[in-house]
């Protein structure tokens, strides 16, 4: 089959197409055709092993000191279960199934085995019916990540509920999420974003490259921070000065992203019930795996960058 294999850390360049062999299944594993993954965050940060030194050394401990451990990088995958092991009972041939791959890496490749249940491996489940592929990889991993941390907010109707960074993979899944919970959502973007962002629900707009304060008279019950840590403006400083006096703020950074997949079994039901549709970015084929990288690397995605794969029939 064919994989993309990270040679070292490095530039997107690091990156090539390789030959490897298809894997087969241990009996209790299934065997997934893989038809979409995505260049996310994480892809970048495994790749280019580009993070600040307190990170940098727990991260290369945990994925190979001088080049990743798992060659085949990748973490998210959408596809098909083309065989199944003896033990396995979650799933038959033939279902269409989304999910992360975890520390097993082998989401950039046109195979991968996985287990049925979740573990720091990787969590899978049925797909929601009603998008493709590559938005399923959207709603997977911008998915998790929205879900798990606007669950901390407990977010009630009427709530104000503030997205810092509203444009990204999980931003765009995060505001829908508000919305359906029957937030009144205020959406942080730069300018070329504010329509996107209006159009997935915010009742409100604000450009952090035009704006550096909030309006005193409002106060947010929850603020999200969907961008992370690494990246700021002094209006993501203001934000924080204005959440309500018993009002929450998360980044999306705080706590680790749980491979879940009762959760993306969550994040199907809203989708099928139309409450969220997931924003693609581009698509590119899986040889143009290096400009995909170049893209995501500039931190300007909107939505999610799906990479395709196997073609569907
Ligand atoms: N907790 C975990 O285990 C875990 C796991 C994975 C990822 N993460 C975190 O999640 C973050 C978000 O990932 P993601 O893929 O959802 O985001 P993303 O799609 O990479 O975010 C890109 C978006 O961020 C916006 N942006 C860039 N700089 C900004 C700034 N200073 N202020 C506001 N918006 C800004 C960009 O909009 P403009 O072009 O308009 O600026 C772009 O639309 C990652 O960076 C990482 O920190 C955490």
């Not at 580009?50 to 945990?62: E, F, G």
């Not at 989401?107 to 399923?136: F, H, Q, R």
């Not at 909030?214 to 209006?235: E, H, R």
Request: aromatic share 8%; glycine share 8%; with cysteine.
């Amino acid at each position: 089959m064919k994989a993309i294999i990270c040679t070292k850390y490095g530039a997107p360049e690091v990156l090539q197409i390789r030959q490897v062999e298809k894997p087969t299944p241990k009996d209790d594993e299934v065997l997934i055709k893989i038809y979409a993954t995505a260049v996310t965050a994480s892809d970048i940060f495994i790749r280019s092993s580009n993070v600040p030194i307190q990170v940098l050394i727990p991260m290369r401990i945990m994925l190979g000191l001088w080049k990743p451990r798992k060659s085949i990088i990748g973490l998210v995958l959408a596809g098909e279960i083309e065989s199944i092991g003896k033990d396995i009972k979650k799933f038959k041939i033939g279902d269409q199934v989304y999910g992360l791959t975890g520390f097993g890496l082998g989401a950039y490749a046109e195979y991968k085995c996985m287990k049925e249940n979740d573990s720091t491996y990787g969590c899978l489940t049925i797909k929601p019916t009603n998008i493709s592929y590559e938005e399923a990889t959207v709603a997977a991993y911008g998915g998790l990540l929205a879900f798990q941390s606007l669950e901390k907010g407990n977010i009630q109707p009427g709530q104000n509920v503030l997205i810092y960074g509203a444009s990204g993979t999980s931003g765009t899944i995060a505001i829908q999420l508000a919305k359906y919970l029957g937030a009144k959502v205020t959406g942080v973007c730069s300018t070329t974003n504010l329509a996107l962002v209006k159009s997935l629900g915010a009742d409100d707009v604000i450009d952090y490259t035009k704006v550096d304060t909030l309006d005193p008279n409002v106060q947010y019950d929850f603020i999200l921070d969907a961008v992370g840590k690494m990246k700021t403006s002094k209006l993501k400083k203001a934000c924080k000065k204005a959440l309500a006096p018993k009002g929450k703020y998360v980044s999306i950074d705080d706590e680790k992203l749980m491979l879940d997949s009762k959760r993306l079994d969550s994040i199907k039901e809203v989708i099928e019930a139309g409450h969220i549709k997931p924003i693609i970015d581009k698509c590119y084929s899986f040889e143009d795996i290096v400009e995909a990288h170049r893209y995501v690397e500039k931190g300007h995605k909107k939505g999610g960058v799906a990479i395709l794969i196997n073609k569907k029939e």
